[in-house]
Nanobody
Framework: QVQLVESGGGLVQAGGSLRLSCAASGRTFSMYPFAMAWFRQAPGKTREFVAAITRNSFRANYADSVKGRFTISRDNAKNTVYLQMNSLKPEDTAVYYC?????????????????WGQGTQVTVSS
């Protein structure tokens, strides 16, 4: 099993920044080269892809809506993935979820992901 715990969410004004963290644990996590990703879900909307990164950080993918503003990174020594969010907009308001993909594909397809965290709320005020 793999446990994912997100942190770093909160309330910020438009134009501000936040950094989300996701700590992974569990015996299974060390057995596979997991890609890690962030998704988000706003009230009344479906969960959508934000960013993903492969195990060795060689490849990172982003949704068009966050390119140039968000940066995904990871520290494998700490089993932690980060999402640096700059120039935040009210439309970025959502619950942000961390996910892990055992096949290390780092795609935007949520069906590829095997494990999910509980989410952390990000609210951007105008």
């Amino acid at each position: 099993q793999v446990q994912l715990v997100e942190s770093g969410g909160g309330l910020v004004q438009a134009g501000g920044s936040l950094r989300l963290s996701c700590a992974a644990s569990g015996r299974t996590f060390s057995m596979y080269p997991f890609a890690m990703a962030w998704f988000r879900q706003a009230p009344g909307k479906t969960r959508e892809f934000v960013a993903a990164i492969t195990r060795n950080s060689f490849r990172a993918n982003y949704a068009d809506s966050v390119k140039g503003r968000f940066t995904i990174s990871r520290d494998n020594a700490k089993n932690t993935v980060y999402l640096q969010m700059n120039s935040l907009k009210p439309e970025d308001t959502a619950v942000y979820y961390c996910a892990a993909d055992r096949s290390n594909q780092a795609t935007g397809d949520l069906d590829e992901y095997d494990y999910w965290g509980q989410g952390t709320q990000v609210t951007v005020s105008s």
